[in-house]
């Protein structure tokens, strides 16, 4: 199954491939256990999703989406019923889940060059960065970048394996095949 997380749009700092950000602050769980998480639209998610909460920081959180309530709130539960922090609105937010394929390609008419790292170091050129996704003129055949593993291994890959930097508001189209 493909799972596509659609035409991102840049930021200007490291954001990772798969991620997304809270619009509202994360509470610590309720009493059942529910810690709910608002997003902008809960179309990308889906029930059994794998989620980190500000990923490579020192509160970081991994949550697994128990329902999806609306169509702007995700109730999770804290993987492995770890300890949990609160997360202020804006917090970023990373997909990780198994995936046997990951595509990533630059929209045509970006403005500059899309650079692909490993963690939330990656600059233009430095930090993390393994590849540069090149800018294309509009109307040209965008570069695109893979990274695949064998069918007939598990867990080769996770969403949740690389960042990317680029201009502001540039684009980049995500998708993966899940195992």
């Not at 804006?90 to 990951?102: K, N, P, R, T």
Request: contains cysteine; charged residues 15%; negative net charge.
């Amino acid at each position: 199954m493909i799972r596509s997380w659609g035409i991102v749009s840049l930021t200007g700092s490291a954001q990772p491939w798969f991620g997304d950000v809270t619009t509202a602050a994360v509470a610590l769980p309720q009493g059942n256990g529910i810690i709910p998480v608002t997003v902008a639209a809960t179309k990308r998610y889906k029930v059994g999703d794998r989620l980190i909460l500000d990923p490579e920081q020192t509160n970081q959180d991994v949550v697994l989406v128990s329902s999806i309530p609306s169509a702007t709130v995700l109730n999770c539960v804290s993987e492995c019923q770890a300890v949990t922090h609160t997360h202020l609105s804006g917090a970023i937010i990373q997909l990780s889940i198994a995936v046997e394929d990951v595509t990533l390609q630059a929209v045509d008419g970006n403005t500059a060059a899309v650079w692909l790292g490993s963690d939330n170091t990656v600059t233009v050129a430095g930090g993390s960065a393994f590849h540069q996704l090149q800018k294309v003129a509009s109307g040209a055949v965008p570069q695109e970048w893979r990274e695949a593993g064998e069918a007939s291994d598990a867990n080769i890959v996770r969403t949740s394996d690389g960042w990317m930097i680029g201009t502001a508001s540039d684009k980049v189209g995500v998708a993966a095949i899940v195992l």
